[in-house]
């Protein structure tokens, strides 16, 4: 009988953080593409839009103006998920099949820059400094809300990412629960914490860096990689190296260093299928609900969905919704590649 | 303090087949639409395509020659994610943070009909049903196999769920192992079977039918609707009355019940925003592992993409890849808007 390969043979992989199984099929990487293909839009965006409602001077749908800013600029979301007014509700009244809460929260959008054309990858270090600032700012004071337990901080990149506007910015939904995968996290961390006193991602980075086989940028503070367990083709995760638990807890140091690691690594991106490269990212941290988290390990995933081409893109559909998500080129791969590419940005060049 | 409207507050809620929440927002269902539209392919197919690789009699890319067939046609994927060969592995290798198991399994392609330009609801009920009898067929003998323990019956529909031919066809990816979702849903049933006696949702339909505010179709033997806890905008689920575990347990009269209700949801979903209406759909139902499955009922999803129109759809991204599912407008508002369909297909008016 032939033995196990992992770079060769169907396989399922595990994933600790949220204790889900993924299916690796490494040898169907070749498969033809007849499908869907995305259009790419390799426009120049001016430096300042007219039409965009995020730009600086802007007129937003609900009337209000931006105003002239010239870094970062916070605004809550004119069409918020989350609403801010209490709701008074009875526990006790839920029926088993019909179990249903109101959820209070608040929803913000975090514009990167004034500039309408400048995404990470091309920012100076500075002002993705500001960004993290921003983020830092924004954890702090929506955290301190008495009922705001759980800060989503997140950027959809690109119109294949549901982003309806290329002007750079993420957003931010602040709210009492904790959501379902942070949840599923949150209970992984705990629980290796209690039982190892260290916390989960601490031993992973020591194990990858160990191994060197899924690491794309190490530095002093961060390591940027792709995790044994990533679902898609070119999934990324940056965690800490010092077991920090949320973005507030980062010294000057780790500012610059967090910048330094989040510029190269977009920069790769970009480079890989040279296109502004689409993603939805996120900040998985402590929860705001006032007790200490030493449990809790900084990290921020990556999701980007191209898989072969600027226009070819991972279907997560039947299978994957049904039975389990499923990648075909194997972590280690994927890893190898990002790590080949420059952290210059091909329009440099 | 404002009382809870569940038409009107944000909320979550909870979905007890796989023990997670979806973030609920009716208010949202208004926002404006700037970003990517899907293209609307609103072409007539030929009934046959010389160059469709599902068509009878056509040669597919590894050469061999579809048969003249003139029902249903099941073949091995030509790319086939899981392989049948047996792979040794040594369990107690496995380090902690890289768990990874081969894992085998079959995967076949079920062709619906020879006529390349036919879908679900513009087929008759007897091609429906004979359908049904080949997954019957399929679920029995991959089921036969002895390392098969799951056999997923699914269908991505239309390009934008990653489906690169029109020609009407299905798949079918059968394994050693439970995929993640199903492990989920199969602990559920059992907890609940376990607790009550009844399966899950033999007393969930109960309750749907005394409710009546999310059913879309209900006949002698199924019934068609949208669960409380869905979280594509007009995602349905068809469940049996009868409890039955497995699509072998249907009786004729079953049989023909299920391909009558196949075809009125499919052609409510494309009279809705008259076009052909993508989804992804698969089958849940008891394990092949050869043991009696009495807290398993057979259910089918749909899980369709489009939210407003036919070119644009609900994005699962940054929030719900990093936090949980959200949607917009409410389940109940969405049966309703189903259940006023007519069940005759808009061509045919
Ligand atoms: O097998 P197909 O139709 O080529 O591929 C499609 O369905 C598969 C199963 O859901 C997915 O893994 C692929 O991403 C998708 O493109
Ligand atoms: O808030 P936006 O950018 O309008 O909307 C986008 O991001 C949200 C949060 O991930 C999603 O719920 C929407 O489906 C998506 O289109």
Redesign the interface.
């Known amino acids: 009988?032939?033995?196990?390969d992992?770079n060769e043979?169907?396989?399922?992989?595990?994933n600790?953080l949220i204790n889900?199984?993924?299916?690796?099929?490494p040898?169907?990487s070749?498969?033809?593409?007849?499908?869907?293909k995305e259009s790419i839009s390799g426009a120049q965006l001016p430096e300042y839009d007219p039409e965009c409602y995020l730009c600086p001077g802007n007129v937003r749908?609900n009337g209000e103006v931006n105003p002239a800013y010239d870094s970062c600029y916070v605004f809550e979301n004119d069409?918020?998920?989350?609403?801010q007014?209490?709701?008074?509700?009875e526990e006790n009244n839920t029926?088993?099949?019909?179990?249903?809460?109101?959820?209070?929260?608040i929803s913000r959008v975090v514009c990167f820059s004034p500039r309408h054309d400048l995404t990470l990858p091309q920012m100076e270090v500075e002002n993705i400094e500001n960004i993290v600032a921003t983020w830092q700012k924004e954890y702090t004071t929506l955290g301190a809300i008495d009922y705001i337990n759980h800060v989503?901080i997140?950027?959809?990149k690109g119109?294949?990412?549901?982003?309806?506007?290329p002007h750079p910015h993420g957003?931010i939904?602040a709210q009492s629960?904790l959501?379902?995968?942070?949840e599923k996290t949150h209970n992984s961390l705990k629980q290796y914490y209690e039982q190892q006193g260290r916390t989960l991602l601490q031993?992973?980075v020591e194990?990858?860096l160990k191994?060197q086989e899924r690491i794309v940028i190490e530095n002093e503070h961060f390591v940027a990689l792709v995790p044994?367990w990533a679902i898609w083709p070119y999934e990324t995760m940056i965690v800490s190296k010092r077991n920090v638990s949320k973005i507030t807890d980062f010294s000057a140091a780790e500012v610059t260093a967090f910048a330094i690691i989040l510029k190269q690594l977009t920069t790769k991106y970009d480079n890989l299928f040279e296109t502004s490269f689409p993603y939805?990212?996120?900040?998985?941290q402590a929860p705001t609900d006032g007790d200490e988290h030493p449990e809790w390990h900084f990290h921020m995933?990556f999701?980007p969905p191209l898989l072969r081409s600027a226009s070819v893109k991972k279907?997560m559909?039947?299978?994957e919704?049904?039975?389990?998500?499923?990648r075909?080129i194997t972590p280690e791969k994927s890893a190898e590649v990002l790590r080949g590419l420059s952290v210059v940005h091909y329009k440099n060049k």
Chains 1, 2 share one sequence.
Not at 20 to 25: M, Q
């Open positions: 009988m032939k033995n196990f992992i043979d169907p396989h399922r992989r595990f600790p889900e199984w993924v299916l690796v099929s040898h169907r070749k498969r033809p593409w007849q499908g869907q749908a069409f918020a998920a989350l609403k007014e209490p709701i008074a509700f029926p088993t099949f019909f179990k249903a809460k109101p959820e209070r929260g989503q997140f950027e959809n119109s294949v990412m549901g982003c309806s506007n957003q939904w629960s959501p379902t995968q942070v031993d992973y194990a990858e191994a044994f939805s990212s996120g900040i998985h995933h999701y279907f559909v039947g299978y919704m049904m039975g389990e998500s499923q075909d």
